[in-house]
């Protein structure tokens, strides 16, 4: 069995496939349009607060589960145990996970494709071609249909090449590549006039609306679809480290950068938001709120990026350039989670386990986009604010009651041999067990009763 699974070929390469899940629309699109509709700094504090206090303790259980049973979630959790109702209940949480894994990436398509569509847009506005550009950047249902069935495509084909040559090899191809991209977008917007009104918006919290449930579920909700929680994508890809690697380090880069990205991400779209209101566009709903959500990745800076003229063009070329990257690094991810189980519990080829899996979930895309007023945002709401959180907490029960002290010691230990002494073993077994599942479900429970 072993011979036959994957494995990363190095530390840096598994930091940076866990860095390419973890980063995505999630943090380029999601934390800064969240940031924007709820008042700015205070979401951004509270955001970081919730990602290292129950964020890195629930991606450290889906690890530390992943590297001690080597198998997919489905396999991995009823492993943990040896009475017969934990067991089911292993695996009955391993299926729901990967399905919401599958149901998370049949929208996740949806909107990458949108993106991946503003490429040639751009393109095509650079070279003067109208007609074109106005075909790829309003959405129609062959435009988006086309545009996710290629997005999917792309998505198998890294997919089928497997761990090493498909997974590690992608992501440490195109994580730098976003990151310069990025740094070099936030240099660009930040000089230009009306950036500051945003900064001083994005970076001055207004501390009375940081106990706002409602601004504390989705600052939490963001952080799990941020690090890509609950689903079993960490588990697995926990399954393909070595034993050599210190974890509770590894993990904490990947939180460390994961965040990052957000940040810098919420750098660039925040003050971009006030240079296009400098410009004449307007950027409040009519409600006085700001404007966020779909409308502000595809609407308002798609307008400011045409206010600037040709360099605005190139920068809205590598912007969404840049999301597309980030947003297949992520899905890839995705699909791992339902092609390994399918690979590992019916022994089919991992070709022909990508192909089925892939097809199945393009064809789910397509029913959600046929129905979309009807189903987008009931996927979207089901599988991230219900599932996910839900999913969390029962992942940080099996690592903290399923499986035995000793043996959770020994798989930290493994990589990092002090880790007897350390901070981390003081805290987390015991973290994990109440603190986590405590706060995860009176928020979800305060989530639901409003
Ligand atoms: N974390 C990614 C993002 O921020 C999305 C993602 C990848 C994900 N794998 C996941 C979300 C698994 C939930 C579950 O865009």
């Not at 095509?124 to 106005?134: F, H, L, V």
């Not at 940040?263 to 919420?266: V, Y």
């Given at each position: 069995?072993s011979k036959?699974?994957?494995?990363f ?6 930091i940076?496939a866990?860095t390419?899940?973890?980063v995505?629309l999630?943090?380029i699109?999601?934390f800064?349009?969240q940031?924007?509709?709820?008042g700015?700094?205070?979401f951004?504090?509270a955001y970081?607060?919730?990602?290292f ?21 489905v396999a ?5 145990s040896?009475?017969p ?21 049949s929208f996740y398509?949806?909107v990458?494709?949108w993106?991946?569509?503003q490429v040639?847009?751009?393109v ?11 075909w790829?950047?309003?959405s129609?249902l062959?435009?988006d249909g086309l545009f996710c069935?290629?997005f ?17 090899r992608?992501s ?15 240099a ?8 500051l009104?945003?900064?001083?918006l994005?970076l001055?919290p207004d501390?009375?609306l940081?106990?706002d449930?409602a601004l504390?579920?989705?600052a ?10 609950g ?5 697995i ?14 993990g ?5 950068i994961d965040?990052g990205i957000a940040?810098?991400?919420?750098l660039l779209?925040?003050?971009a938001?006030?240079?296009a209101?400098?410009r004449g ?17 595809l609407q ?18 590598v ?18 989670v339902?092609?390994?189980f399918t690979?590992?519990?019916f ?11 892939a ?6 895309s397509l029913?959600i ?5 009807a189903?987008?945002t009931?996927?979207v ?7 996910q959180?839900l ?15 000793d043996?959770?010691l ?8 002090a ?7 003081k ?8 603190i986590?599942?405590?706060l995860i479900i009176?928020m979800f429970?305060?989530n639901?009763s409003?």
């Open positions: 069995m036959e699974r994957g494995q070929s190095s530390r840096f390469g598994f940076t866990a390419g899940s973890a995505g999630g943090n699109w999601g800064p349009t940031t924007a509709s709820h700015g700094g205070a951004v504090v970081l607060i919730l990602a206090l129950l964020a890195y303790p629930a991606l450290m259980a889906e690890l530390i589960i992943g590297r001690h049973t080597r198998h997919n979630m991995a959790l009823p492993q943990l040896s009475q109702l934990p067991r089911l209940l292993g695996k009955v949480t391993g299926l729901y996970g990967v399905l919401t894994a599958s149901l998370i990436l398509a949806i990458a494709g993106l991946m569509a040639p847009a751009a095509a506005d650079i070279s003067g071609q109208s007609p074109a550009k106005n790829f950047a309003q129609s062959a435009r069935a290629l999917s495509a792309l998505t198998a084909a890294i997919v089928a090449r497997g761990v090493k040559d498909g997974i590690e992608w440490t191809r195109l994580m730098p590549a976003l990151i310069l991209l990025m740094l070099g977008l936030v660009t917007v930040l000089t230009l006039p009306g950036a009104e945003g900064l001083r994005y001055i501390f009375s940081i106990t449930p504390l579920t989705s939490m909700g963001q952080a799990f679809f941020s690090l890509s929680l689903v079993g994508t960490m588990l890809y926990g399954s393909y480290v070595s034993k050599s690697d210190n974890l509770p380090l590894t904490a880069y990947v939180a460390l965040t940040f810098l991400a919420g779209i925040i003050p938001m006030f240079v209101q400098h566009i307007s950027i409040y709903n009519t409600d006085n709120t700001l404007i966020a959500g779909p409308d502000l990745i308002t800076l798609p307008e400011l990026f045409n206010s600037l003229g040709v360099a605005g063009g190139i920068i809205g070329l912007f969404f350039l840049l999301l597309s990257i980030a947003a297949l690094t992520s899905s890839i991810s995705m699909l791992e339902p092609v390994t690979l590992e519990q022994k089919l080829s991992r070709r022909r386990a990508t192909y089925w899996i097809t199945t979930i393009f064809i789910l029913l986009l046929f129905n979309f007023d189903l987008f009931t996927v709401s089901v599988s991230t604010q219900y599932s959180p999913l969390g907490v029962l992942l940080c029960l099996f690592a903290g009651w399923a499986l035995h002290r043996k959770l020994r798989e930290i230990s493994a990589g990092f041999p880790a007897e002494q350390s901070f981390f073993w805290i987390w077994p015991g973290y994990i067990r109440f986590c599942p405590l009176t429970v305060q639901i409003s």
